[in-house]
């Protein structure tokens, strides 16, 4: 499958709205990847992908992840974060991505994970980031974008918990991890 075949098939898994997100996330992606010394082709590979589960029905999902010791915990989580993990599975198994860099960043590009790699940020970035996203302090996030991966990593994952906390949901412990990781590596 080239990379227009690949193209199509993520598009087809989803609304019109959510395609545009994916290519303002490739876009992005390839601008963060360059500005940061990363692979422009995996982070390409890896926003086509990142989010090929997020309309997948449920029961589609839970399939995948039932019988496999590591998404079965996921289960008992909320279930927006399911479509990362279920992505990186789906990459694998539908498309034959083999890439362990690239499986990584689509896996963690919602939560995160403690040792991000250099493309799990670009992507996960780019994901907060691309054109079309609008939540307050986005603009802050782009401009902070321009000097540092990770300042600008723990800006959208603040904005996250943020909206986590107003809501009273959950938070998932690795964006936890990853945050404090991240604020680890500034000082
Ligand atoms: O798939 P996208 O909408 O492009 O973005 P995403 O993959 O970052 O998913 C965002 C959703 O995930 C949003 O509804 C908030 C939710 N989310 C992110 N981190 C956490 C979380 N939900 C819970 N419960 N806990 C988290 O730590
Ligand atoms: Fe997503
Ligand atoms: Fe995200
Ligand atoms: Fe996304």
């Not at 799990?120 to 996030?141: M, N, Q, S, T, W």
Request: aromatic share 6%; charged share 30%.
């Amino acid at each position: 499958m080239d990379r227009n075949q690949l193209m199509e098939s993520v598009r087809a898994q989803m609304p019109e709205k959510r395609w545009n997100h994916t290519l303002g996330v490739m876009q992005t992606a390839v601008e963060l990847a360059r500005r940061y010394g990363v692979s422009e082709e995996q982070a390409d590979l890896a926003a086509i992908l990142h989010d090929v589960a997020k309309y997948w029905r449920t029961d589609k999902m839970e399939e995948v992840m039932r019988g496999n010791p590591e998404l079965e915990p996921l289960l008992s989580q909320d279930k927006e974060l399911w479509h990362a993990f279920v992505g990186a599975v789906v990459a694998e198994r539908d498309y034959g991505i083999t890439d362990p860099l690239v499986l990584d960043a689509i896996r963690y590009h919602t939560s995160g994970r403690e040792k991000m790699t250099m493309l799990d940020k670009v992507v996960c970035l780019a994901d907060y980031i691309e054109p079309g996203r609008d939540f307050p302090g986005v603009d802050k996030i782009r401009e902070m974008a321009q000097d540092s991966l990770e300042r600008a990593l723990v800006a959208g994952f603040d904005s996250t918990l943020s909206f986590l906390i107003e809501r009273g949901k959950r938070i998932f412990p690795l964006t936890v991890l990853a945050r404090n990781d991240l604020i680890m590596a500034l000082k």
